[in-house]
């Protein structure tokens, strides 16, 4: 998040796009409806009739995919009726007049046209975002599982910076982080192309000082995506995979796929906390700790670094991860001597200008949020303050609509979507043990509008056959009109209906998310 | 008999709550919101109010594995430790470091996931190292 959780309570619009926010972020959605207590405007776009969409003051459902259409709609009007904020666009960035460009082709009428939202609420989405004194953008998973995910993002911060929504309190553009430790995971360099920070692995001068920091030789070649070590060991070029916490197996695209990859591996190593289905095709299973065995940090998704405790002891044999690591390593050949995960993240800050003044005695209390340089800086809770881009100048893209990668036809007439429920969390492995949360939501339902339904003779409860060109499944189907005609959508949590058994590998060119989001499926009632 | 209240951070959304684990005698047994949390301000949704619920399952891992005549069987850390290690080097001496590959995790700690690309990186050689960001 550019911005505070805290600061949308204080906002005078809030755009939701692509983010369930009651279901898989609760505590945020609060932050929301505190909002609109206070008369701010809600704005909610969503291909599903979502819960925050009962207090919206425009709620539109967009056809899947057509997103980039959406966004470029709205910004075409709001320089049709002058409501962009010349000033910041001079002052703090570049690039405009090519988007000002594209932005012809995006009248209200065709933008209608592409994503089935009248030309009024997209009129009516200009005037609340672009004129409210402070208005702020919050996105999720829909915005990006797409092979336009990049472009998606892009044009967010085309229309934040065209109405100079960003960089002061309560705007921003606010991307809702999916998993406890996401931020931190990037932030610490579990990316192919960076260090911790990011600083980049192709940079010889940060080459160096890594080299310098760690004694030993490094590379500045950008390593392997996760889809990219997989067709790597596919096609022999991948022998080892070294999998720490994480599940692909029913986390990653086209499961038949991941299976063959981690059965032709020479080596799996899985370390985790429990029997996951990835652990099962692995060669060696190192038994981890959850967060409530050990000591540590995690960073949320307005960048605060925030304490962990350990409340009990590691159960039976198990042992601490990063000891695990440690000994791997040392045992490899490559000596690591830490004595506690405060020794380890007294290196992390040596080596990170942003976590630079975080040490664990600072951490009591609220944390702090990044960057965070030196011991006498109290944390940052909002980027770009007054246009001061990273970069320098804030940079305009101008990004066409391009549709899906698989769109539907005869053979596969309807459209599919993924997501989550809420009371479950990613791929079931923790969640699914507890037994309260499994209660609530014991198995997979397939959301399915009635009038489709009635086609094929289906109801509420009855199983139906789910057919993409990667695979099939069986599940329970639910009528329900939250979900419009000719789309279906199901949770991915759930092993036995695994909904990553249809979904499609198509990747963003750029970043390489794949495109869980869209997909084009039969649907046949079980007889 | 011992009773305990652990102040810590959530494992499941972005959002990092702050609550407290109670546990009486090293066993898990409920979970306490944190009114002072500057994220949560005392409140949890659903997930957060049961999350001392999985910890202690037990199905959980408590052994290493290897697997030997195709089946998964325990073995001491010392044996998972070193077969791990010795199969690593062997490996990168056969087909050069780009040819292991590691998946970070976006459910471990900040100073775990710093010690796994650490590792790649300068005792392994690669870059090869990736999480789970886009899904």
Redesign the interface.
């Known amino acids: 998040m550019t911005n505070s959780?805290?600061e949308l309570e204080n906002t005078d619009c809030i755009f939701v796009i692509g983010s369930n926010t009651t279901s898989?972020?609760?505590?945020?959605a609060?932050r929301i409806f505190r909002a609109k207590q206070k008369g701010a405007k809600i704005i909610v776009a969503d291909p599903r009739k979502i819960q925050l969409g009962m207090l919206a003051d425009v709620e539109v459902q967009q056809n899947l995919g057509t997103d980039v259409a959406l966004l470029n709609g709205i910004m075409h009007v709001i320089m049709d009726r002058g409501w962009h904020k010349q000033e910041f666009i001079d002052a703090h960035t570049e690039g405009f007049d090519a988007v000002k460009e594209v932005l012809k082709n995006y009248p209200p009428d065709k933008v209608s046209e592409i994503t089935g939202v009248s030309a009024d609420d997209i009129v009516k989405i200009a005037e609340y975002y672009a004129t409210s004194e402070a208005s702020s953008i919050v996105y999720c998973m829909g915005i990006?599982?797409h092979t336009t995910g990049v472009d998606n993002v892009k044009s967010l911060a085309n229309l934040a910076m065209m109405t100079g929504q960003i960089g002061r309190e309560n705007t921003g553009v606010n991307p809702?982080?999916?998993?406890?430790?996401?931020?931190?995971?990037?932030?610490?360099?579990?990316?192919?192309?960076v260090?911790?920070g990011y600083q980049a692995?192709t940079v010889p001068e940060v080459q160096k000082k890594?080299e310098a920091a760690?004694?030993?030789?490094?590379?500045n070649?950008?390593?392997?995506?996760?889809p990219e070590?997989m067709s790597?060991v596919m096609s022999g070029?991948?022998?080892?995979?070294?999998?720490?916490?994480?599940n692909?197996m029913v986390?990653?695209p086209d499961t038949h796929h991941v299976e063959k990859a981690l059965k032709a591996a020479?080596?799996v190593?899985v370390q985790?906390?429990?029997?996951t289905p990835t652990?099962?095709l692995?060669?060696?299973?190192?038994?981890?700790v959850?967060?409530?065995?050990?000591d540590?940090?995690?960073?949320?998704?307005?960048r605060?670094?925030?304490?962990?405790?350990?409340?009990?002891?590691p159960?039976?044999?198990?042992?601490h991860?990063?000891e695990?690591?440690?000994?791997?390593?040392t045992?490899?050949?490559?000596a690591?001597h830490?004595d506690s995960?405060e020794a380890?993240?007294k290196?992390?800050s040596s080596v990170t200008p942003s976590y630079g003044g975080i040490t664990y005695a600072r951490l009591e209390?609220?944390?702090l949020q990044w960057p965070c340089p030196n011991a006498e800086h109290s944390g940052t809770k909002f980027l770009h303050k007054g246009g001061a881009f990273t970069r320098g100048k804030g940079m305009f893209f101008p990004i066409e609509y391009k549709a899906p990668a698989e769109v539907v036809d005869e053979e596969y007439p309807l459209w599919l979507t993924t997501g989550r429920v809420?009371?479950?969390?990613h791929t079931g492995t923790?969640?699914r043990?507890?037994?309260?949360?499994n209660c609530?939501i014991p198995e997979a339902i397939l959301e399915v509008n009635p009038a489709d339904a009635g086609k094929l003779g289906i109801r509420t409860g009855d199983w139906v056959y789910l057919t993409t060109r990667r695979g099939k499944i069986a599940v329970k189907a639910q009528l329900t009109d939250w979900i419009k005609e000719s789309i279906v959508f199901m949770p991915f949590h759930f092993v036995e209906a695994n909904a990553n058994v249809l979904t499609n590998t198509a990747l963003d060119p750029i970043?390489?998310?794949?495109e869980?989001k869209v997909c084009a499926v039969k649907l046949e009632k079980v007889q | 008999m011992e009773y305990?209240t652990?102040?810590?951070?959530?494992?499941?959304?972005?959002?990092?709550?702050?609550f407290y684990?109670e546990?009486i005698d090293?066993?898990?047994v409920g979970t306490i919101p944190s009114k002072?949390?500057?994220?949560?301000k005392g409140?949890?949704?659903?997930?957060?109010?049961?999350?001392?619920?999985?910890?202690?399952?037990p199905?959980?891992?408590?052994?290493?594995?290897?697997?030997k005549n195709g089946e998964?069987q325990e073995v001491s850390?010392d044996e998972?430790?070193?077969?791990?290690?010795?199969?690593?080097?062997n490996?990168k001496e056969?087909?050069g470091?780009?040819?292991?590959?590691?998946?970070?995790?976006?459910?471990?700690?900040?100073?775990?996931?710093?010690?796994?690309?650490?590792?790649?990186?300068?005792?392994?050689?690669?870059?090869?190292?990736?999480?789970?960001?886009?899904?």
């Not at chain 1, 605060?304 to 002891?313: D, E, I, N």
């Not at chain 2, 199905?59 to 697997?67: A, C, D, K, S």
């Open positions: 959780i805290d898989s972020h609760p505590i945020i609060t990006t599982q809702l982080r999916g998993q406890n430790n996401v931020q931190g995971a990037c932030d610490m360099g579990g990316l192919p192309g260090y911790t692995v890594f760690w004694g030993a030789s490094l590379s070649k950008v390593g392997l995506t996760i070590m790597g070029s991948v022998k080892a995979l070294y999998i720490l916490g994480e692909p986390s990653d020479e080596l190593i985790d906390i429990f029997r652990a099962e692995a060669h060696v299973v190192l038994p981890g959850s967060f409530a065995e050990k540590g940090t995690f960073s949320n998704t307005e605060r670094v925030l304490k962990v405790r350990q409340a009990v002891a159960m039976g044999d198990a042992r991860d990063w695990i690591i440690q000994d791997i390593s045992r490899f050949g490559y690591m830490y995960p380890i993240m290196e992390i209390g609220d944390g809420f009371a479950h969390y923790m969640t043990r507890a037994e309260a949360l609530e970043c390489k998310i794949p869980l | 305990k652990t102040l810590t951070t959530c494992p499941y959304c972005g959002c990092g709550c702050g684990l546990s090293g066993r898990l002072t949390s500057p994220v949560n409140k949890l949704c659903i997930k957060g109010w049961n999350v001392h619920e999985f910890v202690q399952h199905n959980r891992l408590t052994r290493p594995l290897v697997r998964l850390w998972a430790l070193d077969y791990t290690a010795d199969k690593l080097r490996i056969a087909s470091p780009d040819s292991i590959a590691f998946f970070a995790s976006a459910k471990v700690s900040n100073e775990e996931n710093y010690l796994l690309q650490k590792f790649a990186r300068a005792g392994v050689g690669t870059n090869n190292i990736d999480h789970c960001a886009r899904l």
